[in-house]
């Protein structure tokens, strides 16, 4: 669990978040989101009035840290630039 919130610290947001489903945590998958909760910026497809200049876009750092069965989760931006991080680290 430890490893866990290490992880979870790792993202800019860490500090003012709370979003109860996090694309790092690994067993974020097998959570339910309630209606009223909100969704991480990360993971937003389409912004709406309401996160009018949130921004959508993961670092480096946030991507490196989110494990593969969470993909999904992430909006199309932040899945391209995952997978884009995973090639270069393939070619090292």
Known sequence: ???V???LEGCPR???CSINICPIDPEAV???RLLEEE???FTI???GKSQKGIRTLATDSVLEII???NIKMLNKRNQKRWYTLRQKDATR
């Open 1 to 3: 669990m430890k490893k």
């Open 5 to 7: 919130i290490n992880k």
């Open 14 to 16: 860490w500090d003012n």
């Open 30 to 32: 097998l959570k339910d």
């Open 39 to 41: 969704y991480c910026p």
């Open 45 to 47: 497809k389409k912004k």
């Open 67 to 69: 494990p593969e069965s």
